[in-house]
């Protein structure tokens, strides 16, 4: 069993920068497939970005493209994700999740942290 907890939200104006991380814990971590997720309220659960095991390969949505940068760090059972040139529209708590599949969709993720609220104001 992994269990993941965030860490780093807050409150940012436009343009300014905010780095989140994931604490992990369990034996497995560097096993699993990390990513980060965010949702407002009334909407579905998206996808930001996702790292593959040993980090050589990741993905990105294509609204935080070249602004934001996921990593890991798996002696410490860590991942990031810092986000630059935040937008009021950036506004969400973000979740990181892991999956053993690889696959970066919500309904294919085994586990999920409980989220960290970020608010950019404009």
């Known amino acids: 069993q992994v269990q993941l907890a965030e860490s780093g939200g807050g409150l940012v104006q436009a343009g300014d920068s905010l780095r989140l991380t994931c604490a992990a814990s369990?034996?497995?971590?560097?096993?699993?497939?990390m990513g980060w997720f965010r949702q407002a309220p009334g909407k579905e659960r998206e996808f930001v970005a996702g790292?593959?095991?040993?980090?050589?390969?990741?993905s990105y949505a294509d609204s935080v493209k070249g602004r934001f940068t996921i990593s890991r760090d798996n002696a410490k059972n860590a991942v990031y994700l810092q986000m630059n040139s935040l937008k009021p529209e950036d506004t969400d708590v973000y979740y990181c999740?892991?999956?053993?599949?690889?696959?970066?969709?919500?309904?294919?993720?085994?586990?999920w942290g409980k989220g960290t609220p970020v608010t950019v104001s404009s």
């Open positions: 369990g034996r497995t971590f560097s096993n699993i497939f």
């Open positions: 790292i593959s095991l040993r980090g050589g390969r990741t």
């Open positions: 999740a892991g999956t053993w599949s690889g696959i970066w969709t919500a309904s294919a993720m085994n586990y």
